[in-house]
């Protein structure tokens, strides 16, 4: 694409022209039929199938200003990946429903294509987009189902399987995602609140990586079959905060759970109660070999008065990000 | 819920009150894993699964003064159901990506989830909502991918498979929901362009069914199987208009299709331009007793230099419905 053909709003192309850009930076999907027909048809390992689907919205979930369409396309992929993931399953395809004002530039699309292909690439290789749709809306809506296959003779990982006497380990990174949208926040916002391009030249080398983490997260997606495969009890996806999702995971399986702030790094707070990083959660039998990248943070009991204790103390509060509670209006 | 409570908009519940309404709503999915976990696991009837994803957005596709939250969640149901059934698959179950305005009131919701399961039960009994995506956004935004499952032992017919001599034939409405897409623009918008709502007492009886045929289409999902067990060579469903459809069956195929235009009933103009009635457009070998529904209405040839002829002459209009083109920018 040209300079000039790039700044191209796809309002005024025809919907074949913007598929034909998105499919040539996608790459071809190992699928038995793949897009162009009215649906997908994939082989799996087996006779089971796994699906889930996160949307991202301009607004509650990105500004513009601060993210690339590279970036978007990429944490669309992420966030869908880990949830694939946190049942033990291996994704095998996104389908991915792209929604734009007709004044969104061929080249952002091009980029978020790009963004996709680089996370599946990166993060869960063999995984591809395979089949999506194009619509007009006057918000920038990113909406994607991963489909992900279990081994054979394997059972998905719930959240509601952990014992008595666990151990509990997490597997990437806790906070970071919460530092880097702080600093985005404190840091890269005009005098009214409007998101401003991130100036990296500004940043030390550990706040480049927060926001990192915050505009493109890099979960271990690998790790989820892994821990299927040492024989994980329970495992479920951090996206809402450590604290919010290790109550809800104690409470589907009837136990409680007692962290360990010691284990937690520097910036335990964050650890705590930062979202949208996309850590594997997972619990153990105890003496359990765990896979690489798990660290152990804490330990199972019979269920107490709370589901969640930090230190032995009981851990209520909220924390993580609701976009209904907490978005304020604002896009950029 | 109460009156007053069922005016409650969204964005003063918490997510977990609204998913419950939801999920009183949709009834239990038949799933190895259902809502509540990161992910659904579902069983196929064999390694092969069939998944497409199609989109509404306030504006383009509807009026809130138009369409209840029934016949939203309807007719996003049976659209994503009738890609499945075009590949001759059978619908297992839908996953919905639901994106609101948080003024959006709980009533719509619940009966936007009642919608979908209406659609389910009374067009692929079986299926059912099996997990989704709740978050907020200024664009009612409704997305929704649908996976299937084809009979062990047979493939998915596709768009590529006509052979020259083969029948061209039609099962469900062609041209209805165009004729109500042309009274609700005619008859209910007030002198500003804005959509009203509809008073069906003044309608006749087959304006209605236009109107319905709009608001709520009723594909015929379990006719696409029925084709493929009877042999049908290639299958799409007609989304954007007969015209534009076979044309693009016909280009797949490498083929000619010949129609003829006095089987296509009073209003074959409608019935060769309308879009959004989602029937099914299959070809057959010659003398192929046809599934029950589907009727003769050209037939296909060597490849000429045209991919489509009505009454033996070349038909090269667009005809459909474009969102990038079509839009006028209202939504109401």
Same sequence: chains 1, 2.
């Avoid at 700044?7 to 699928?31: C, H, K, N, Q, Y």
């Avoid at 669309?76 to 399953?89: E, K, R, S």
């Avoid at 009214?192 to 500004?202: E, F």
């Amino acid at each position: 694409m040209t300079e000039a053909a790039s700044a191209t709003p796809v309002g005024s192309l025809s919907e074949e022209a913007v598929l034909a850009v998105i499919l040539d930076r996608l790459g071809p999907a190992d699928a038995l039929v793949g897009p162009g027909d009215d649906a997908a048809v994939l082989r799996l390992a087996d006779a089971r199938v796994v699906v889930t689907t996160d949307t991202l919205i301009h607004g509650p979930d990105f500004r513009l200003a601060w993210s690339s369409g590279r970036d978007l396309g990429a944490k669309a992929a992420a966030v869908n990946l880990a949830d694939v993931a946190a049942m033990g399953a291996r994704p095998v395809a996104l389908f991915v429903a792209l929604a734009m004002p007709p004044e969104t530039s061929i080249a952002f699309v091009g980029d978020l294509a790009t963004g996709l292909r680089e996370a599946c690439d990166e993060l869960a290789p063999g995984c591809r987009v395979a089949g999506g749709d194009l619509t007009s809306s006057d918000t920038l809506t990113i909406a994607v189902t991963a489909v992900g296959e279990l081994a054979p003779g394997r059972d998905a990982v719930l959240r509601s399987g952990a014992r008595p006497g666990d151990v509990v380990a997490i597997c990437g990174d806790v906070g970071l995602a919460a530092a880097g949208l702080d600093i985005l926040f404190e840091r890269f916002r005009d005098e009214r609140g409007a998101a401003v391009p991130v100036d990296t030249d500004a940043l030390t080398a550990s706040e480049r990586a927060a926001v990192a983490g915050q505009l493109r997260p890099r979960p271990p997606i690998s790790s989820g079959p892994a821990a299927a495969r040492a024989g994980a009890t329970a495992m479920m996806d951090v996206s809402d905060g450590l604290v919010r999702d290790a109550r809800r995971l104690a409470s589907a399986s009837g136990v409680t759970i007692d962290l360990d702030r010691t284990t937690l790094g520097a910036d335990s707070e964050r650890a705590l109660r930062g979202g949208e990083d996309h850590a594997l959660l997972a619990t153990f039998p105890e003496g359990t070999i765990l896979p690489e990248g798990f660290r152990v943070i804490g330990s199972t009991r019979e269920a107490g008065p709370d589901p969640l204790t930090v230190d032995g103390r009981a851990e209520r509060s909220a924390g993580g990000w609701d976009p209904y509670r907490d978005w304020d209006g604002a896009a950029g």
